[in-house]
């Protein structure tokens, strides 16, 4: 089973609906961290965040990250067709290495 | 920002050769970097640790014959898919964290195609 799940792993929006995606672990998350992919092209980073209860906001895109640090969810206000692609939180294994596992990432199709 | 390059974005091999992929922290220095490899619609696997001035350490199944590393300076880091077949046809991508640098701060490179013919 994966280490950080994502959730849903596909999803199907209508233009101007909000969206929300979830990354679980199973355990303590250290530094997790947004991005979206468009198939085949390299990671967009779109944020970090590392502090339980921390929330950061880039334009439409919140994130947050839950109290115990084990949960965090990506949430679109209003979804253009620009935000269509492939999203995947990664999370470092401890404070200190740098290496991150990813969950499998969750495609976004917005219909215009 | 932080600009990390890879070099090819694409490349075509046959059975049996080698082909080299570099990584290049291009405005800020890197004593360690990270190479990823993505199968089509999955998630990245963390397939080694690049460290300026010593050895890869590989993760658990990762062929460290086959997948050659080499970090030479605080730049540059490169893998080498050594007698390539077509199962190591994927997407590969490196990461590197600036030194100094935030404990999570590193950043993506946009990737390399390899396909083996």
């Known amino acids: 089973s994966q280490e950080l799940e994502q959730s849903p792993q596909s999803l199907i929006v209508q233009e101007g609906k909000n969206l929300t995606i979830n990354c679980t672990s199973s355990?303590?998350?250290?530094?997790l961290y947004w991005y979206k992919q468009k198939y085949g092209e390299g990671l967009i980073f779109l944020m970090m965040?590392?502090?339980?209860?921390e929330e950061k906001s880039h334009e439409k895109i919140t994130a947050k990250l839950d109290e115990k640090k084990q949960q965090s969810s990506l949430h679109i206000t209003a979804s253009q067709p620009s935000h269509a692609g492939i999203y995947l939180c990664g999370a470092a294994r401890s404070s200190n290495t740098g290496k991150l596992i990813f969950g499998q990432g969750t495609t976004l199709q917005v219909k215009p | 920002g932080a600009v990390v390059s890879q070099h090819p974005s694409r490349v075509i091999c046959k059975s049996g050769t080698s082909v080299k992929i570099e990584c290049r922290s291009l405005?800020?220095?890197?004593?360690?970097m990270f190479w990823y490899r993505q199968f089509p619609k999955k998630s990245l696997m963390l397939m080694a640790t690049s460290n300026e001035g010593s050895k890869a350490t590989y993760e658990q199944g990762v062929e460290k014959d086959k997948f050659l590393i080499n970090h030479a300076s605080l730049t540059l880091s490169t893998l080498t898919v050594t007698s390539a077949h077509p199962e190591d046809s994927s997407f590969y991508i490196c990461?590197?964290?600036?030194?100094?640098?935030?404990?999570?701060?590193?950043?993506f490179g946009p990737g390399t195609r390899l396909t083996v013919t």
């Open positions: 355990k303590t998350l250290y530094g």
């Open positions: 965040l590392q502090k339980g209860g």
């Open positions: 990461s590197a964290r600036p030194t100094p640098g935030g404990r999570y701060e590193q950043y």
């Open positions: 405005d800020f220095q890197a004593t360690t």
